[in-house]
């Protein structure tokens, strides 16, 4: 049966099947295009996340757009989600658990949102979407492979970079990689001239 957006977002907004409900301000569902060629998913929401009710929206969010709007990015071109919808207590990590709970609902919203290329960021999207838990993102990132006619790519989560800077130019190239591919399937436009990668940091706590 399909599912239209609105329901899904009540499905969503209503949902008590684990513990998170519980402790959540917000339910924290997508940011971008509903439906997106691009697909980023993270771990799941932060504090401001909670507050906001929004993905991606501190520091690391910020970060994040930064490298996307110096790739050309558009907000059409990416849909960005989280693996859990709700706020773990103290931004701890997701448990299997409650990644498991929540795979129905991130299913579903990959059908609706119909991206060609989904990009994990950070291990432990990668551990919880693929269920592969020895890999080692210094090992895979950067590398695009196809799962269930998606093609993946994993890379860093950009909270990551903010504690370890020097690497902020491996986002950066993985992120290229993914522009470069969608303009390889003629899912984006290809830019006039090659972007430089910004050197600010973002602002606030």
Same mark, same amino acid.
């Given at each position: 049966?399909?599912?239209?957006?609105?329901?899904?977002?009540?499905?969503?907004?209503?949902?008590?099947?684990?513990?998170?409900?519980?402790?959540?301000?917000?339910?924290?569902?997508?940011?971008?295009?509903?439906?997106?060629?691009?697909?980023?998913?993270?771990?799941?929401?932060?504090?401001?996340?909670?507050?906001?009710?929004?993905?991606?929206?501190?520091?690391?969010?910020?970060?994040?757009?930064? &490298? $996307?709007?110096? %790739?050309?990015?558009?907000? @059409?071109?990416?849909? /960005?989600?989280?693996?859990? +919808?709700?706020?773990?207590?103290?931004?701890?990590?997701?448990?299997?658990?409650?990644?498991?709970?929540?795979?129905? &609902? $991130?299913?579903? %919203?990959?059908?609706?949102? @119909?991206?060609?290329? /989904?990009?994990?960021?950070? +291990?432990?999207?990668?551990?919880?979407?693929?269920?592969?838990?020895?890999?080692?993102?210094?090992?895979?990132?950067?590398?695009?492979?196809?799962?269930?006619?998606?093609?993946?790519?994993?890379?860093?989560?950009?909270?990551?970079?903010?504690?370890?800077?020097?690497?902020?130019?491996?986002?950066?190239?993985?992120?290229?990689?993914?522009?470069?591919?969608?303009?390889?399937?003629?899912?984006?436009?290809?830019?006039?001239?090659?972007?430089?990668?910004?050197?600010?940091?973002?602002?606030?706590?």
């Amino acid at each position: 049966m399909k599912v239209s957006w609105n329901d899904f977002v009540e499905q969503c907004r209503s949902c008590q099947a684990c513990p998170l409900a519980s402790t959540r301000k917000n339910v924290v569902i997508y940011r971008g295009s509903v439906v997106a060629p691009i697909m980023f998913i993270g771990e799941g929401p932060g504090a401001n996340e909670d507050e906001q009710g929004l993905p991606f929206v501190g520091q690391a969010g910020q970060l994040l757009q930064l &490298l $996307l709007d110096a %790739q050309g990015f558009q907000m @059409k071109d990416y849909h /960005i989600a989280n693996v859990v +919808k709700c706020r773990p207590p103290e931004n701890r990590v997701p448990t299997e658990t409650e990644a498991a709970t929540c795979k129905k &609902l $991130l299913g579903t %919203q990959i059908l609706i949102a @119909k991206p060609k290329i /989904i990009v994990l960021l950070g +291990k432990t999207a990668y551990t919880l979407f693929t269920g592969d838990k020895s890999a080692k993102m210094t090992e895979i990132r950067g590398h695009i492979f196809e799962k269930n006619g998606y093609l993946i790519v994993p890379t860093f989560h950009p909270a990551y970079i903010l504690r370890n800077n020097n690497e902020r130019v491996t986002l950066w190239n993985d992120i290229a990689l993914v522009r470069r591919k969608a303009e390889e399937l003629g899912l984006m436009d290809p830019l006039p001239e090659t972007p430089a990668m910004p050197t600010s940091r973002p602002s606030g706590k």
